[in-house]
T-cell receptor, first 113, second 112 residues
Framework: AQSVTQLDSQVPVFEEAPVELRCNYS??????LFWYVQYPNQGLQLLLKYLSGSTLVKGINGFEAEFNKSQTSFHLRKPSVHISDTAEYFCAVSRPSGGKLIFGQGTELSVKP | SQTIHQWPATLVQPVGSPLSLECTVE??????LYWYRQAAGRGLQLLFY??????ISSEVPQNLSASRPQDRQFILSSKKLLLSDSGFYLC???????????FGPGTRLTVT
């Protein structure tokens, strides 16, 4: 069975600073990987996904993530954050054979001026 | 374009009362549909998913049930709510050939 661990429950950072949100997964088979963002009291929006190919994936709002198979990680990065990036971020995994997503517990990113 | 609706947006219900949350999708046909619950600080938990009308799979045993009476309608129900049913309920859909899920705006349920 797959599982996802987001290593930080909260990440405070100052505006214009770089940020990395960490995600590790466990699976005995190939997986697809996703990052979603949730703004307060809203649904989830897909930031980016890794299905195959290049291990560096670029998403919306200037975010990118790198798939590292040997370390079973899919960390999310942004070189310079804005106040508007304050939200909760979820890493998720699914098997290629099935569409069910397994989510991590979420990381609350708080960007301070 | 496709859109997903959920209602109500917020709901306050007493313990022991029934529940019905509705989700509808527009602009697509024969989608996979999903119900998730998000409790504070506990991530998203998949409750039910459906690959077609009348086809429901339950992921977690509980006092909730789901139904799909029409192709693009997904309903989450309970006969008697518990305090532990409080949370943020999210509906999502996906195209069968895709692994991306698209989420609705959610329903905030408070059981008192």
């Amino acid at each position: 069975a797959q599982s996802v661990t987001q290593l930080d429950s909260q990440v405070p950072v100052f505006e214009e600073a770089p940020v990395e949100l960490r995600c590790n997964y466990s699976s005995s088979v190939s997986v697809y990987l996703f990052w979603y963002v949730q703004y307060p009291n809203q649904g989830l929006q897909l930031l980016l996904k890794y299905l195959s190919g290049s291990t560096l994936v670029k998403g919306i709002n200037g975010f990118e993530a790198e798939f590292n198979k040997s370390q079973t990680s899919f960390h999310l990065r942004k070189p310079s954050v804005h106040i508007s990036d304050t939200a909760e971020y979820f890493c998720a995994v699914s098997r290629p054979s099935g569409g069910k997503l397994i989510f991590g517990q979420g990381t609350e990113l708080s960007v301070k001026p | 374009s496709q859109t997903i609706h959920q209602w109500p947006a917020t709901l306050v219900q007493p313990v022991g009362s029934p529940l019905s949350l509705e989700c509808t999708v527009e602009g697509t046909s024969n989608p996979n549909l999903y119900w998730y619950r998000q409790a504070a600080g506990r991530g998203l938990q998949l409750l039910f998913y459906s690959v077609g009308i009348g086809q429901i799979s339950s992921e977690v045993p509980q006092n909730l049930s789901a139904s799909r009476p029409q192709d693009r309608q997904f309903i989450l129900s309970s006969k008697k709510l518990l305090l532990s049913d409080s949370g943020f309920y999210l509906c999502a859909w996906s195209v069968k050939s895709s692994y991306e899920q698209y989420f609705g705006p959610g329903t905030r349920l408070t059981v008192t």
